[in-house]
């Protein structure tokens, strides 16, 4: 099942050299885990409910270990300081839904479960 690595971050408006130093070498880092860019830096076309500020990045991952394995790699740690030196935000892993998956087979599940 897909992962993926989710980051809301708050880049300043003029990017710092170690900034654009990860970028350059983050590639390398996601290669042996199959992970590829879904989107980078892109910031909110539109926000239809609550805030969301700064900046989206969605990297995908064939499995949550592959989305782990990057994370705590230890050329992804060696990156991650030339970041977060220069931008907050918030990073994290998350499972996707098998192929086929059905919201409402979901609810129906819940509704199910919460039946005395």
């Known amino acids: 099942m897909?992962?993926?690595?989710?980051?809301n971050l708050h880049p300043k408006p003029v990017l710092d050299e170690e900034v654009l130093t990860y970028m350059e070498r983050?590639?390398?880092t996601l290669d042996p885990f199959g992970g590829r860019f879904l989107v980078h830096g892109a910031?909110?076309?539109e926000v239809r409910e609550g805030s969301w500020p700064g900046a989206v990045v969605i990297i995908g991952f064939p499995t949550y270990e592959d989305a782990r394995g990057w994370y705590?790699?230890?050329a992804y740690q060696e990156l991650v300081p030339l970041r977060t030196r220069h931008m907050s935000g918030d990073v994290l892993l998350v499972d996707g839904v098998p192929e086929?998956?059905?919201?409402?087979?979901?609810?129906?599940?819940l509704r199910a479960a919460a039946r005395p």
């Open 2 to 7: 897909t992962a993926y690595a989710i980051g």
């Open 26 to 28: 983050i590639q390398d």
């Open 43 to 45: 910031s909110a076309r």
């Open 72 to 74: 705590d790699s230890a």
């Open 100 to 109: 086929g998956y059905e919201a409402a087979a979901t609810a129906a599940r």
